[in-house]
């Protein structure tokens, strides 16, 4: 048998992890009255055949790759662009994140401790966006674009975890 590359041992040590399980309890019971309302919404249905999380996904992060696309090559004259971007991914990431908890909810074992780490990763990006969003609007955007780096860094993570749970585990379908 070969050998299992780095990314599945990563993967293999969060699902199996008992810290990942006592996050998983802790989001369980901060998000409790965020979930219930999240599954009865139009943000947890089978209208498209599978979760809108990962749809929405794209939506978040093209913004803030976006931004520190425009951070990184655009110059000073397109700050205004990049903000416009960070922001609108924060606001993104609201009903995402909402998707995500009420998908969440209906997993256990591995998937739920892996689904555990992969919020816990996209709840840290966001909030280093939104430190990103009012760092720029302070004027500050060096800071802004330095938070918004490390957003994306955290969210590449983040995002592998929750593409393996729903290409590999086929979480996000909705049979």
């Known amino acids: 048998m070969a050998s299992r590359s780095l990314p599945q041992r990563v993967v293999r040590a969060v699902g199996e992890s008992p810290l990942a399980e ?12 965020l ?3 999240a599954r009865q ?5 089978d209208v498209l055949g599978h979760s809108v999380h990962p749809s929405l996904t794209d939506v978040t ?4 790759l976006g931004a520190s696309l425009l951070d990184l090559a655009g110059g000073s004259g397109s700050r205004r662009g990049a903000t416009l971007l ?3 991914g924060v606001l993104a990431a609201m009903p995402t994140a909402l998707a995500g908890a009420a998908d969440w909810s209906e997993l256990s074992g591995e998937e739920r401790r892996i689904g555990a780490v992969h919020s816990l ?7 280093l966006f939104v430190g990103s969003l009012v ?8 800071r802004g674009t330095a938070l918004a780096l490390a957003g994306n860094l955290v969210m590449a993570g983040a995002g592998f975890l929750g593409g393996h749970l ?3 585990r086929g979480t996000a379908r909705r049979d």
């Not at 006592?22 to 009255?33: D, I, K, S």
């Not at 992060?61 to 803030?64: D, H, I, M, Q, V």
């Not at 760092?135 to 060096?142: S, Y």
Request: glycine share 12%; net charge positive; hydrophobic share 40%.
């Open 135 to 142: 760092a720029r609007l302070r004027g500050q955007h060096e």
């Open 86 to 88: 960070a922001g609108c």
């Open 22 to 33: 006592r996050l998983a309890h802790a989001q369980e019971v901060l998000y409790r009255p």
């Open 41 to 45: 919404s139009f943000l947890h249905t």
């Open 166 to 168: 729903a290409l590999q």
């Open 35 to 37: 979930i219930g309302w």
């Open 121 to 127: 990763g996209a709840d840290t990006a966001t909030f």
């Open 61 to 64: 992060t093209g913004c803030w």
